[in-house]
């Protein structure tokens, strides 16, 4: 499975959404070269909305948080999610967390980093489910270190990535015990 991620500059409103845009979209026909695909596939959706590549042999999944767009791409189902880590103006981790995650959390001494590396696996499972932000959060434990999904091995590479924004928590998660990740940088310009 191959990652590839390019960092963008982060501003609200309209002009992001099109920078957030320009980057996925960059990335995608840089991911789909890279698999020997034409960049003009016809990507198809699931019932949860997940893309998919139809007629191919590749899987991808995409995700971007506020300055970082990544896409990983391979041979297996697989799925990615990345955050910036920042603090949050409320608490959501009764809404998404287990017991022993709060238990984790409450003793944490970097809460935040902590937090979101939680967040980015349970995201990252759940996409890798077909089923999203739909699934249910709390039964996934991201403290685990056996790992299926549907009753298959899943392969999970958790890792921050840095640049002038901040430090961003990324997970990527593909069907497979042995798995392995190649990381590239796709510059923009």
């Known amino acids: 499975m191959t990652l590839f991620y390019s960092f963008y500059d982060y501003k609200k409103g309209e002009k992001n959404r099109t920078a957030e845009r320009n980057c996925r979209d960059f990335l995608l026909s840089h991911a789909l070269r890279f698999a020997g695909l034409p960049e003009n596939v016809e990507l198809k959706t699931g019932p949860y909305g997940k893309p998919y590549l139809p007629d191919s042999e590749y899987y991808f999944n995409i995700s971007h948080s506020r300055g970082m767009a990544c896409i990983c791409i ?6 990615v999610d990345c955050e910036l880590i920042k603090p949050r103006k409320f608490d959501i981790s009764s809404q998404i967390c287990s017991e022993e995650e709060k238990g984790f959390l409450s003793s944490s001494a ?11 696996y349970k995201e990252c499972f759940a996409k890798l489910t077909g089923k999203g932000l739909s699934y249910p ?19 999970v590479h958790r890792f921050e990535l840095e640049n002038a924004a901040g430090s961003f928590s990324v997970c990527c998660m593909e069907y497979g015990q042995t798995s392995e990740l190649s990381l590239v940088e796709v510059n923009l310009t």
């Open 74 to 79: 391979g041979k297996a189902e697989n799925a």
């Open 110 to 120: 970097d809460y935040e980093r902590d937090f979101y590396t939680m967040w980015t």
């Open 137 to 155: 959060l709390k039964s996934v434990n991201s403290l685990a270190s056996d790992v299926s999904c549907n009753g298959i091995p899943v392969s």
